[in-house]
């Protein structure tokens, strides 16, 4: 459904960029921190700086889950906006006939 795709997309988007900012203002402590490493819950709370990693890491898995950003273009671009479908890639056995 193209409405799913669109809120799909815009939401993997601002999470994306919501982590770039996130990983801009904090700085390396949003990559490297003290403490327990990340999801070990052994030693005790997670410290501040493994959570945003953790939270800034797991945005990128927004583009992916659910079909990538590109598969939600193309249901948007042929579904919403009426464009042509992307021409099929040639199966292997047909570029060869195609290149001899």
Do not use: C, Y
């Not at 700086?49 to 671009?77: C, P, V, Y």
Request: aromatic fraction near 4%; charged fraction near 15%; proline fraction near 8%.
């Amino acid at each position: 459904m193209p409405d799913g795709s669109l809120g799909k997309l815009a939401n993997a988007l601002a999470a994306q960029q919501f982590a770039n900012l996130a990983w801009r203002i904090i700085g390396p402590d949003a990559l490297a921190w003290a403490g327990a490493p990340l999801g070990d819950a052994a030693h005790g709370a997670t410290p501040p700086g493994a959570q945003w990693a953790k939270d800034a890491l797991f945005t990128l898995s927004l583009s992916i889950a659910g079909g990538t950003n590109e598969i939600q273009r193309s249901i948007i671009a042929e579904r919403v906006l009426g464009l042509p479908r992307e021409p099929a890639v040639p199966a292997a056995a047909d570029r060869a006939a195609l290149a001899s």
